[in-house]
Nanobody, 124 residues
Framework: QVQLVESGGGLVQAGGSLRLSCAAS????????MGWFRQAPGKEREFVAA??????????YYQDTVKGRFTVSRDNAKNTVYLQMNSLSPEDTGVYYC???????????????WGQGTQVTVSS
């Protein structure tokens, strides 16, 4: 069982930045692929970014709309994954969820464990 706790959300103006954190409870943190999803009001939860296993050579994956603006990283020693979000726009508004799963994927079904979510609101 893995418990995930997100933090770092908030209200920011367009063009601003936020860094989300996701702390994992599991001692087997390095066994999981970590993903970030978001859900805007009235929309489906969508993939944002993911980072694979590994201490020194993790691979990262991004949704096309966030490439070049968002950066996902992980600190295995702290059991924490981060999502640095720059150049935010109102379209980035939503609840952001951290997720853990056994394999890389962009679908919700690829991940077994989910955090409670953190709200990100970008004002124009």
């Amino acid at each position: 069982q893995v418990q995930l706790v997100e933090s770092g959300g908030g209200l920011v103006q367009a063009g601003g930045s936020l860094r989300l954190s996701c702390a994992a409870s599991s001692r087997t943190f390095t066994s999981y692929v970590m993903g970030w999803f978001r859900q805007a009001p009235g929309k489906e939860r969508e993939f944002v970014a993911a980072i694979t296993l590994g201490w020194s050579d993790s691979s990262t994956y991004y949704q096309d709309t966030v490439k070049g603006r968002f950066t996902v990283s992980r600190d295995n020693a702290k059991n924490t994954v981060y999502l640095q979000m720059n150049s935010l726009s109102p379209e980035d508004t939503g609840v952001y969820y951290c997720a853990a799963g056994p394999r890389i994927g962009i679908g919700k079904d690829d991940y077994n464990y989910w955090g409670q979510g953190t709200q990100v609101t970008v004002s124009s």
